[in-house]
């Protein structure tokens, strides 16, 4: 856990990059491409899920971070300037990719979404003792890929980057009541679709 | 508190932000409901596998490929203070 000094430093230091790259100091930037590109990858790889893509955001988005340096006025961390700027041209990717359908992150599903829970039996053993490395891995791929774009880039911004909710909102031009009821929704249809690889085996469920 | 009550807390529950009365109401709640107790710690696993298991690394070469095409933009403007 970082301790609140720790974290207050690396903002600190952060904002010092910030102004040594403004200046013209490439290896500044340098550090802080270092710093998140991992993330930014990471972001782009669930949007697009498309690897030639997902490499493709995070040149452009930290290209673009390059150039607009200028505008970065320090109201916000860096980071979440950053990550606004790779969603976007995520987002626009995957509209290009899918040209016959609309992406929208403020689409509005009311209707049945398979939110609702069904799958109510306990999850044991634990599912990291049930499946080796890498078929987890395939698992949570598979199952991440099955949510619409707007539920998994909220899941992904909130849940595994780590933003605040009010962080991901300003991000996405959504309010924050929206990021929440779609944060909800992806957690739980998220749940009920890895039920059906995690939950309890009974001798009476296994059809013989 | 009913069960669909319950799922419209759920995320601010799991989030730390909710009042009191309501985190009361819902403990009350998961007492009885095996049901809810069994979405709620399914749930908070399902977050859990997806932080501690993260799915994509960087490829090998697009650390050095981003860093030319930085250095390339960099080059492109006057101010550029690039190593060479």
Redesign the interface.
């Given at each position: 856990m970082e301790t609140i000094q720790k974290k207050a430093e690396n903002i600190a230091d952060e904002l010092a990059l910030v102004q040594a790259a403004k200046s013209g100091d490439l290896e500044a930037f340098s550090q802080l491409v270092k710093r998140y590109d991992r993330n930014i990858f990471r972001i782009a790889q669930h949007i697009t899920h498309n690897e030639e893509d997902a490499q493709d955001v995070v040149q452009e988005a930290f290209l673009k971070a390059y150039t607009n340096l200028e505008q970065f006025q320090g109201n916000s961390k860096f980071y979440t300037w950053l990550v606004r700027i790779a969603v976007n041209e995520a987002l626009m990717k995957l509209r290009r990719r899918r040209a016959d359908k609309t992406v929208s992150i403020d689409e509005d599903v009311e209707t049945e979404d398979g939110s609702m829970p069904r799958e109510v039996a306990d999850w044991s053993p634990n599912p990291e003792q049930l499946y080796g490395q890498s078929e987890l891995g395939d698992i949570l791929k598979k199952t991440i890929q099955g949510l619409s774009p707007g539920f998994r880039t909220v899941f992904v911004l909130r849940d595994v980057e780590g933003l605040s909710t009010e962080e991901t909102a300003e991000m996405l031009g959504l309010s924050v009541p929206a990021v929440k009821s779609r944060l909800l929704r992806a957690r739980l249809q998220l749940r009920e679709r890895l039920a059906k690889y995690f939950k309890s085996r009974r001798s009476g469920d296994n059809p013989r | 508190m009913k069960c669909s009550e319950f799922?419209?807390e759920?995320?601010?529950y799991?989030?730390g932000?909710i009042s009191t009365s309501v985190r009361v109401e819902l403990e009350e709640h998961l007492q009885w409901c095996?049901?809810c107790e069994?979405?709620l710690?399914?749930?908070k696993?399902?977050?859990e596998?997806?932080?501690?298991?993260?799915?994509?690394?960087?490829?090998d070469n697009?650390?050095m490929?981003?860093?030319e095409?930085?250095?390339r933009?960099?080059k492109s403007?006057k101010?550029?203070?690039?190593?060479d």
């Amino acid at each position: 856990m970082e301790t609140i000094q720790k974290k207050a430093e690396n903002i600190a230091d952060e904002l010092a990059l910030v102004q040594a790259a403004k200046s013209g100091d490439l290896e500044a930037f340098s550090q802080l491409v270092k710093r998140y590109d991992r993330n930014i990858f990471r972001i782009a790889q669930h949007i697009t899920h498309n690897e030639e893509d997902a490499q493709d955001v995070v040149q452009e988005a930290f290209l673009k971070a390059y150039t607009n340096l200028e505008q970065f006025q320090g109201n916000s961390k860096f980071y979440t300037w950053l990550v606004r700027i790779a969603v976007n041209e995520a987002l626009m990717k995957l509209r290009r990719r899918r040209a016959d359908k609309t992406v929208s992150i403020d689409e509005d599903v009311e209707t049945e979404d398979g939110s609702m829970p069904r799958e109510v039996a306990d999850w044991s053993p634990n599912p990291e003792q049930l499946y080796g490395q890498s078929e987890l891995g395939d698992i949570l791929k598979k199952t991440i890929q099955g949510l619409s774009p707007g539920f998994r880039t909220v899941f992904v911004l909130r849940d595994v980057e780590g933003l605040s909710t009010e962080e991901t909102a300003e991000m996405l031009g959504l309010s924050v009541p929206a990021v929440k009821s779609r944060l909800l929704r992806a957690r739980l249809q998220l749940r009920e679709r890895l039920a059906k690889y995690f939950k309890s085996r009974r001798s009476g469920d296994n059809p013989r | 508190m009913k069960c669909s009550e319950f799922l419209t807390e759920l995320t601010d529950y799991l989030d730390g932000s909710i009042s009191t009365s309501v985190r009361v109401e819902l403990e009350e709640h998961l007492q009885w409901c095996h049901e809810c107790e069994v979405v709620l710690n399914t749930t908070k696993k399902t977050i859990e596998i997806y932080r501690n298991n993260q799915l994509y690394e960087l490829p090998d070469n697009l650390r050095m490929r981003l860093q030319e095409a930085i250095i390339r933009k960099c080059k492109s403007v006057k101010n550029c203070k690039s190593p060479d």
